[in-house]
Nanobody, 112 residues
């Protein structure tokens, strides 16, 4: 089982930035960030495969950047121009060969 440890959430004003980190206990996975707002389903925010190819939800394109450091087995989500509707619990996910692991989640709140 892959262990994922997230960090970097918090409270930020609209228009601000945050960077989330996800440290994995292994390597070679597709890494993704998902989010879940109260009363809503969990949704994919962004993903990056082991080769560096990325995918983004339309709602975050141009504002969020997903990246990874394979030497540290860590994925990052740089979130810029944050909006109140970005408020959610953000979860890191690792996917490999039909299997998946989740982090514990980190709260991101965008509010003035």
């Amino acid at each position: 089982q892959v262990q994922l440890v997230e960090s970097g959430g918090g409270l930020v004003q609209p228009g601000g930035s945050l960077r989330l980190s996800c440290a994995a206990s292994g390597s070679g996975f597709t890494m993704g960030w998902y989010r879940q707002a109260p009363g809503k389903q969990r949704e994919l925010v962004a993903s990056i495969n082991s080769g560096g190819a990325t995918n983004y939800a339309d709602s975050v394109k141009g504002r969020f950047i997903i990246s990874r450091d394979n030497t540290k087995n860590t994925a990052y989500l740089q979130m810029n121009s944050l909006k109140p509707e970005d408020t959610a619990v953000y979860y890191c996910n690792a996917y490999w060969g039909g299997m998946s692991s989740w982090g514990q989640g980190t709260q991101v709140t965008v509010s003035s």
